[in-house]
């Protein structure tokens, strides 16, 4: 059985109740919720045999309500108005000063 302190050792971090450790590498990751454990296993294709979970309550955990997208989900499009073309922007130019003909004065 894990005393306190072993606890503490394992997660130092009281808000990431989640920790992932690689068994062949020296990394040791931590995350809040099994929602963004999930996602990190997904983006780098993780083998569950190279890995090593552990919860701090020695369950997963559940997300935050917060969270609306599941990790399937696309983003939604962009905008009609971004087309992704850039528009060059006019230079501004000072008509006093760059002017090549003569200003001529009132009297």
């Not at 109740?17 to 990751?29: D, S, T």
């Amino acid at each position: 059985m894990k005393t306190s302190q072993d606890n503490v050792e394992l997660f130092p971090y009281e808000s990431f109740g989640v920790r992932l450790e690689h068994i062949n590498e020296k990394r040791i990751c931590w995350f809040k919720d099994d929602y963004d454990l999930q996602k990190y296993l997904e983006r780098y294709k993780l083998d569950k045999r190279t890995i090593k979970i552990d919860y701090r309550d020695g369950q997963p955990t559940k997300p935050s309500e917060k969270r609306k997208r599941s990790v399937e989900q696309k983003p939604e499009p962009k905008s009609k108005r971004s087309s992704g073309t850039v528009r060059k922007r006019k230079p501004s130019v000072d008509s006093t000063r760059n002017t090549t003909s003569p200003t001529k004065r009132k009297k």
